[in-house]
């Protein structure tokens, strides 16, 4: 079955730091997509950033960027000089045909 | 620039109570879905639209039914609801299926069953 697993339930870091959400995820497949959501208390899903597994160059969204290690099948997403706006709900994401979901990571900025 | 749009926003509904989730979008997208979102849980799938005219199940589909009126909108029936139903639940759309492609999401549900 394919699965996606975000270890940490919760993490904070100071503002202006570098903080790392972990996701790892498990599949037989050789092409798919790995998505990063953020959901903010207003609820709406919004996309941060998108990785290509047949591409090895690791994509960059201006302070968000992943470290995708495809044997490892780990997809962890880096955000640079932490700001309060970022604080929210990260779900990692798996695609084949559809969607599988992590169960998220809360991220508490503290100023 | 409207997106996806759901309603309603909120809603309590009694144990066997029916009621339709209605969800439209304004961006030509051919998929649409609906998922529902529970405590410490990740988004899980319950129908998807490929294009107009199919439906096809998600992960969880009992307890639900839905309508894909035209390119525009995405309806989810509760035909009886019960407290498990009790969710948030999102509709979402993409160009095309999900594969590799953005998919857009509404502002979210709150439904609760008592």
């Known amino acids: 079955a394919q699965t996606v697993t975000q270890s940490q339930p919760e993490m904070s870091v100071q503002e202006a730091e570098t903080v790392t959400l972990s996701c790892t995820y498990d599949t037989s497949e050789s092409d798919y997509y790995l998505f990063w959501y953020k959901q903010p208390p207003s609820r709406q899903m919004i996309l941060v950033i998108r990785q290509e597994a047949y591409k090895q160059q690791n994509a960059t969204e201006n302070r968000f960027s992943v470290n995708f290690q495809k044997a490892a099948k780990s997809f962890s997403l880096k955000i640079s000089d932490s700001q309060l706006g970022d604080a929210a709900m990260y779900f990692c994401a798996y695609n084949v045909y559809q969607l599988i979901w992590g169960a998220g990571t809360k991220l508490i900025i503290k100023p | 620039n409207a997106g996806v749009t759901q309603t309603p926003k909120f809603q309590v509904l009694k144990t066997g109570q029916s009621m339709t989730l209605q969800c439209a979008q304004d961006?030509?997208?051919?998929?649409m879905y609906w998922y529902r979102q529970d405590p410490g849980m990740g988004l899980r799938l319950i129908y998807y639209?490929?294009?107009?005219?199919?439906?096809d199940k998600g992960e969880v589909p009992n307890g639900y039914n839905v309508s894909r009126l035209n390119k525009r909108e995405f309806s989810l029936r509760l035909e009886s609801a019960a407290p498990s139903q009790t969710s948030v639940y999102f509709c979402?759309?993409?160009?095309?299926?999900?594969?590799?492609?953005?998919?857009?999401f509404g502002e979210g549900s709150w439904l609760t069953v008592v």
């Open positions: 639209s490929a294009s107009e005219g199919t439906t």
């Open positions: 979402a759309s993409s160009e095309e299926g999900a594969r590799g492609n953005t998919i857009y």
């Open positions: 961006m030509n997208h051919n998929s």
